[in-house]
T-cell receptor
Framework: KQEVTQIPAALSVPEGENLVLNCSFT??????LQWFRQDPGKGLTSLLL?????REQTSGRLNASLDKSSGRSTLYIAASQPGDSATYLC???????????FGSGTRLLVRP | NAGVTQTPKFRILKIGQSMTLQCTQD?????MYWYRQDPGMGLKLIYY???????DKGEVPNGYNVSRSTTEDFPLRLELAAPSQTSVYFC??????????FGQGTRLTVV
């Protein structure tokens, strides 16, 4: 059964710093891995989806990588801004379907 | 372009009451999902549907029921509400191979 873990639970950095958020999963036969952003009291916004055949995806200042052999994905945020403050969740499918297993998230605070 | 719309946004229920959380999407997505999120936790799948008339259980289905009579609508029914069902509920939809779109959530408190 797929399990998804995110460490740390919370992270505080000064504005401008580059940072990495970590996501671990137990089943390396992963179909894809998705990163979401959640603002307080809001729904989830999909940031990046990496298919199992890909090693990374980029969108603006965000870069997500996928290493199936080690069971890890990272979300790299370049030149962080206060507007990046949010909770970041990663999720992987339970199996060959699109039912997602979520990590518990990393709460990011970027200080001005 | 409304996306995924959930109603109500907030609700307080007494123990033993029932209610239906509404979810509508206007993107003609075949897949729809209901998740719950407890404080400080990730989301857990309650039920999902791959098309009208087809539903199946997720990780935490006990105490809930769903139906999918149309492509657009996927209501979640709570019968005999319990304090353990206090949570934020999210509806989502997607095409099978694409990222899911999420609603804004329904914050439910059972007292």
């Amino acid at each position: 059964k797929q399990e998804v873990t995110q460490i740390p639970a919370a992270l505080s950095v000064p504005e401008g710093e580059n940072l990495v958020l970590n996501c671990s999963f137990t089943d390396s036969a992963i179909y894809n891995l998705q990163w979401f952003r959640q603002d307080p009291g809001k729904g989830l916004t999909s940031l990046l989806l990496i298919q199992s055949s890909q090693r990374e995806q980029t969108s603006g200042r965000l870069n997500a990588s996928l290493d199936k052999s080690s069971g890890r994905s990272t979300l790299y945020i370049a030149a962080s801004q206060p507007g990046d403050s949010a909770t970041y969740l990663c999720a992987a499918p339970m199996d060959s379907s699109y039912k997602l297993i979520f990590g518990s998230g990393t709460r990011l605070l970027v200080r001005p | 372009n409304a996306g995924v719309t959930q109603t109500p946004k907030f609700r307080i229920l007494k123990i033993g009451q029932s209610m239906t959380l509404q979810c509508t999407q206007d993107m003609n997505h075949n897949y729809m999902y209901w998740y719950r999120q407890d404080p400080g936790m990730g989301l857990k799948l309650i039920y999902y549907s791959v098309g009208a008339g087809i539903t199946d259980k997720g990780e935490v289905p006990n105490g809930y029921n769903v139906s999918r009579s149309t492509t657009e609508d996927f209501p979640l029914r709570l019968e005999l509400a319990a304090p353990s069902q206090t949570s934020v509920y999210f509806c989502a939809s997607s095409y099978a191979t694409e990222p899911a779109f999420f609603g804004q959530g329904t914050r439910l408190t059972v007292v």
